[in-house]
Nanobody
């Protein structure tokens, strides 16, 4: 059974940092690209960052480029999202996702709230 479990969200002040984790199980983690998405209240879910398998190429949304870093530890079956210089508009539920066999599998999400 494929499962993704996010953690690490919380309340942080503007300019602060958080590191999100997504623990994966039920599939060969190292062979799949992984992604982080977010969904703010009243908005559509949007892609934040993606990391490939293999050589771990990364891509970022323009809104987070230079502030967020996606990484993976294949030995721990975990993908991370390091978020620095957080802004009010980064407030959202953050989800990790894997596309496996043409089907998107999502975690339950973790809330990130940026507020002073």
């Amino acid at each position: 059974q494929v499962q993704l479990v996010e953690s690490g969200g919380g309340l942080v002040q503007p300019g602060g940092s958080l590191r999100l984790s997504c623990a994966a199980s039920g599939f060969t983690f190292s062979t799949y690209a992984m992604s982080w998405y977010r969904q703010a209240p009243g908005k559509e879910r949007e892609l934040v960052a993606t990391i490939s398998n293999g050589y771990s190429r990364t891509n970022y949304a323009d809104t987070v480029k230079g502030r967020f870093t996606i990484s993976r530890d294949n030995a721990k079956n975990t993908v991370y999202l390091q978020m620095n210089s957080l802004k009010l508009e980064d407030t959202a539920v953050y989800y990790c996702k894997v596309r496996r066999g043409g089907i998107d599998v999502w975690g339950q999400g973790t809330q990130v709230t940026v507020s002073s």
